[in-house]
């Protein structure tokens, strides 16, 4: 499995950035995916994950409300619309895959086997 995660960039406070992963190698048909985040000297923070075949979405506290996961079967793509970006906001972002939904551990870093390379987002205050 290769991801590719694209879309990073510098943006102000307040405004709106859309991450993209390309995902290809296998049919993902009950995998999780996910996106986390990272910032230097900190671990990986869970941010969103969405289980592919059916698209059931959760969300970390901190961006309820404000970013929303996506897939898109057809084109084998996973999306991060991030709206209302914030400073804190600031990091490397990562989506990962994982070969089967696990209820409980979605949020774990540990439990993602597959990992793109990680597409940098800047807020400006």
């Known amino acids: 499995v290769q991801l590719q995660a694209s879309g990073g960039g510098l943006v102000q406070a307040g405004g709106s950035l859309r991450l993209s992963c390309a995902a290809s190698?296998?049919?993902?048909?009950?995998?999780?995916m996910g996106w986390f985040r990272q910032t230097p000297g900190e671990e990986r923070e869970f941010v969103a994950a969405?289980?592919?075949?059916?698209?059931?979405?959760h969300y970390a506290d901190s961006v309820k409300g404000r970013f929303t996961i996506s897939r898109d079967r057809a084109k084998n793509t996973m999306s991060l619309q991030m709206n209302s970006l914030k400073p804190d906001d600031t990091a490397v972002y990562y989506c990962?895959?994982?070969?089967?939904?696990?209820?409980?551990?979605?949020?774990?870093?540990?439990?993602?086997?597959?990992w793109g390379q990680g597409t940098e987002v800047t807020v400006s205050s």
């Open positions: 190698g296998d049919t993902f048909h009950n995998y999780a």
């Open positions: 969405i289980r592919w075949g059916t698209g059931s979405t």
């Open positions: 990962a895959a994982r070969a089967r939904w696990i209820v409980s551990g979605y949020a774990n870093p540990d439990n993602y086997g597959y």
